[in-house]
């Protein structure tokens, strides 16, 4: 009965890169190598004796975001693709800078929840429950406030104040994920048959093409 439980163990132990879950009691990190062919988030670790502190270290979440697009807003990442120390860590960071009535448009993260800190500014944010409820459930928050959104909700954040918005966030995942509603339906590649988004939306095929047009 055990059998296959220890053959498992055996495997991870030998090749431990492909068992994050096993990996990380093996070894301290695995900062990620980006010129090696990869097994972990789709990269693999540097020679431990060639890591250095600058692995873990981003600077610039001190600069404000170009939030001059037709959104309004602007996300910085700090995830293993800028510092590769996250790989198999399970964290990442983001900066997210509003211009006045500046929308994150609403988008998931397949991978990962988040925990965002309002740190200047007015925002309403909120998710939307999964089928068949699709509540919301939202609040307005202030300078300080912290909110949460689960795993793979879909969620927003816009700036209802007339002055600029910052907010940090922290997500549980060192490569979360990004799934823009508004880009994934109308500006795929290639894009979805507008008779598939018409019926989806219960809209005519024009109002479908008017926002394919814009992405
Ligand atoms: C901000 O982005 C806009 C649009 O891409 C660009 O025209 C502008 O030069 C950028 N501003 C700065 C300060 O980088």
Redesign the pocket.
């Known amino acids: 009965m055990a059998t296959p439980i220890l053959i498992l163990g055996l495997f991870a132990l030998i090749c431990p890169l492909a068992f994050p879950s096993y990996a990380s009691t093996l070894q301290d990190f695995c900062v990620a190598n980006p010129n090696s062919q990869g097994l972990m988030s789709g990269l693999a670790c540097k020679d431990p004796m060639m890591v250095g502190a600058n692995d873990f270290f981003f600077s610039g979440l001190h600069l404000q975001g ?4 037709p959104l309004g807003s602007k996300v910085t990442p700090v995830n293993v693709a800028q510092a590769p120390g996250l790989l198999t860590l399970g964290i990442s960071a983001v900066r997210i800078d509003y211009a006045p009535w500046g929308l994150n448009p609403p988008h998931t993260h397949p991978r990962a929840s988040e925990i965002l800190t309002v740190i200047e500014g007015t925002l309403y944010v909120g998710f939307v429950t999964s089928n068949p409820e699709n509540r919301l459930i939202t609040k307005t928050l202030q300078k300080g406030d912290v909110f949460v959104f689960p795993v793979n909700l879909i969620h927003f954040q816009y700036n209802v104040g007339p002055t600029n918005a910052i907010a940090i966030a922290a997500l549980n995942s060192e490569n979360p994920g990004v799934i823009t509603i508004a880009n994934a339906l109308f500006g795929s590649n290639l894009p979805i048959s507008s008779d598939v988004l018409a019926k989806a939306f219960q809209v005519d095929k024009m109002v479908v093409e008017d926002i394919q047009n814009k992405f």
């Open positions: 170009n939030t001059s697009n």
